[in-house]
């Protein structure tokens, strides 16, 4: 099933017209946001190099939970 998202506000323009499948190896820079210094705190502080390695990211995992299920408790 092909599956379709508007990736634009989240996404520098370089990537914005890259398949998911390829997104996950992306480097977290390509995310709207996050600068290059962002990008190697994160490397240094979670080991963090891709969209891919930020989402199976324990913590960013468990701060996303923490965040839907006090959202859910409203």
């Known amino acids: 099933m092909a ?4 990736m634009n506000k989240v996404l520098d323009r370089g990537y ?3 398949d998911m499948k390829r997104l996950v190896d992306a480097p977290v820079e390509a995310l709207a946001g996050v600068s290059e210094n962002d990008a ?5 502080a979670f080991g963090i190099k891709t969209i891919g390695d930020m989402g199976r990211n324990k913590y960013m995992q468990a701060a996303y939970a923490i965040v839907r299920l006090a959202e859910a408790c409203k």
């Open 16 to 18: 914005e017209d890259m």
């Open 40 to 44: 190697e705190m994160l490397k240094k």
């Open 3 to 6: 599956i379709s998202a508007d």
